[in-house]
């Protein structure tokens, strides 16, 4: 079994920074790829970034150059730091990864907020 939990969401206006942290607990031996994804109200879910055991990142093509992910493997914690922060960048932010067998585990979520 595997745990996320998120953190570091909040209220920023356009064009400031945040760093939303996901520590991730349990079998952390086996996990294969981590990514973040967002939720804004009335759309679905999509593919933020993602970073692999291997250290290979991808990103989605509306916050590439902004937005960075990284992991601490001695922490257990992959980070993305978010910078010039746009109106649309507001959803909820979901922590997910996966693991050997290609199980998935989602965190709760956390809610970022970019006002103009």
């Known amino acids: 079994q595997v745990q996320l939990v998120e953190s570091g969401g909040g209220l920023v206006q356009a064009g400031g920074s945040l760093r939303l942290s996901c520590v991730v607990s349990g079998r952390t031996f086996s996990v294969w790829n981590t990514g973040w994804f967002r939720q804004a109200p009335g759309k679905e879910r999509e593919f933020v970034a993602s970073i692999w055991s291997g250290g290979d990142t991808a990103y989605a093509g509306s916050v590439k150059g902004r937005f960075t992910i990284s992991r601490d493997d001695a922490k257990n914690a992959v980070y993305l730091q978010m910078n010039n922060l746009k109106p649309e960048d507001t959803a909820v932010y979901y922590c997910?990864?996966?693991?050997?067998?290609?199980?998935?585990?989602w965190g709760q979520g956390t809610q970022v907020t970019v006002s103009s």
């Open positions: 997910r990864t996966v693991v050997g067998g290609g199980n998935m585990y």
